[in-house]
Nanobody, 120 residues
Framework: VQLQASGGGLVQTGGSLRLSCAAS????????LRWYRQAPGNYQRELVADISLSNRSNYADSVKGRFTISRDNAENTVYLQMNNLKPEDTAVYYC??????????????WGQGTQVTVSS
């Protein structure tokens, strides 16, 4: 299973970006999908948002009201719509997924990361 993230870039404060992450491979179904970010100089990744198979979503306090996570189960894709971006949103964004392969137990996978830079 591979996760391919895209959609990052350079945007001014107040701008918007939409990240996508598509899963490929032998997939029975994808349970939870998540977006993390790692800011410059930070060694830990921060959970930004997650969405369950039943479309229940949760957000970090820092992005509530500005970011929206969604998923397309038919395309095995998760999205992160980011509005009203701030310089502190600058980070490498990673997608993460719990995937059932051939109906076995769930395994966790990471995408390669996409850079988001917000200029002031």
């Amino acid at each position: 299973v591979q996760l391919q993230a895209s959609g990052g870039g350079l945007v001014q404060t107040g701008g918007s970006l939409r990240l996508s992450c598509a899963a490929s491979g032998i997939i029975s179904f994808i349970n939870a999908l998540r977006w993390y970010r790692q800011a410059p100089g930070n060694y830990q990744r921060e959970l930004v948002a997650d969405i369950s198979l039943s479309n229940r979503s949760n957000y970090a306090d820092s992005v509530k009201g500005r970011f929206t996570i969604s998923r397309d189960n038919a395309e095995n894709t998760v999205y992160l719509q980011m509005n009203n971006l701030k310089p502190e949103d600058t980070a490498v964004y990673y997608c993460n997924a719990d995937v059932a392969v051939l109906n076995t137990t769930l395994q966790n996978y990471w995408g390669q990361g996409t850079q988001v830079t917000v200029s002031s």
